[in-house]
């Protein structure tokens, strides 16, 4: 099996990491084309053939996908593999230009992760919304012509569907969640304190947040607020934290120091204006927070409304402010809802060994089909 994807790896794997990719390779053969996370790798693996990083940044993602179709026809020749996991339908594109180019008979398996057009349009560059009248005929085509897509959530399913596709299989992508379940749920710290984890890019609405919070402070004037990510939205924090007292900036912590960060915060914001299916809404439900998130992407099929979390209306300060306001004014809603976020975690866990074999299952329904 040949998994395409834009992730960056950094060799050797990680340990959390490798529990993924060792439990997939009990079950298959396999071999993954993607980035390098520097230049010069540390260590080797056999499985993983990465492209190096193109400099100047704003070329990297260029070069890479018009290098994937030729790379993945390389691969095709090389080990003929029976199926070709693609990570977005822009990779699965790449994949049946070269299987179509080669003769192969491989099968190609998109995973849906989220909306494929937030590539575009809240992602990276604004000029990158001016790709977009070539990148989303060539998605959808992708979408359409796979052989089996496999979707994450409810969300990801409803996406496909206006295209004439069904999933061959909805299940979540796998999280190593070892950390956030390692110890008891810590009680809800004295301080008032919401928490943003996030890369800070305009899917993220860190903006939104930033009008926000000043409204929340008005109100709570004792009442924190902790912002973890880096990226092209980073000046709006800045400026957020030059102007309101009690904003504290981090631009990396590393997954114990996130368990931390959680302990140590009333509640986890989210004010997003696209997800797929976000990886910290469920590690904060490990830690039994609750969630304050707005209505878009995958939030609502983790955040149940008034039972794990709150959910606001996205691209409204106004309302966001609300919600925030009333759940650190009250400590028994936080109390109640972060007990629920704990109870309703369960669906999201999956071993190692439960997500190859899931993986395996739809390798089989690719040949059936």
């Keep these: 099996m040949l998994f395409v994807g834009r992730t960056r790896y950094r060799l050797p794997l990680d340990p959390q990491l490798a529990r993924k990719w060792d439990a997939l390779g009990a079950k298959m053969d396999l071999h993954v084309l993607a980035r390098a996370a520097e230049s010069k790798q540390a260590g080797a693996d056999p499985r993983f053939r990465l492209a190096r990083p193109v400099h100047p940044t704003v070329l990297d993602g260029i070069a890479f996908y018009a290098s994937l179709p030729f790379r993945v026809a390389r691969e095709l020749r090389r080990i003929d593999p029976g199926a070709v996991f693609t990570q977005s339908p822009y990779e699965a594109a790449a994949a049946l230009a070269a299987r179509r180019v080669v003769g192969s008979r491989a099968r190609v398996i998109v995973e849906l992760h989220g909306d494929w057009r937030t590539a575009t349009r809240l992602y990276g560059s604004r000029f990158r919304r001016l790709l977009e009248p070539l990148t989303e005929p060539v998605a959808r085509a992708a979408l359409r ?46 301080q008032r304190e919401a928490l943003f984890v996030g890369v800070l890019e305009r899917y993220k609405g860190i903006d939104v947040l930033a009008q ?90 983790i955040v149940e409304d008034g039972v794990s979390g709150l959910l606001v209306p996205p691209e409204d300060p106004e309302a966001l402010a609300d919600a925030l306001v009333r759940c650190l004014e009250d400590s028994a809603l936080l109390e109640r809802l972060g007990a629920d976020a704990r109870l309703s975690v369960t669906p999201w866990l999956q071993t190692p060994e439960e997500f190859a074999d899931r993986m395996l299952a739809l390798v089989e329904r690719a040949f059936a089909a």
């Design 145 to 190: 012509r796979a052989d089996v897509v496999r979707t994450i959530s409810g969300y990801t399913t409803e996406l496909i569907r206006p295209l004439g596709r069904e999933p061959g299989a909805v299940f979540p992508a796998y999280v190593d969640l070892a950390a956030f379940l390692a110890k008891p749920t810590a009680p809800l710290p004295e």
């Design 212 to 301: 926000a919070w000043p409204r929340v402070v008005d109100r709570v004037p004792e009442a924190r607020l902790r912002i973890v990510g880096t990226g092209p939205e980073a000046p709006i924090v800045e400026r957020l934290a030059a102007a309101v007292p009690g904003v504290d900036w981090q631009r990396r912590l590393s997954q114990d120091e996130v368990v931390e960060a959680l302990d140590d915060a009333s509640l986890l914001v989210l004010p997003s204006r696209s997800e797929g299916l976000p990886r910290i809404v469920i590690e904060a439900f490990c830690r039994g927070r609750a969630v304050v998130g707005a209505v878009a992407g995958g939030i609502p099929d």
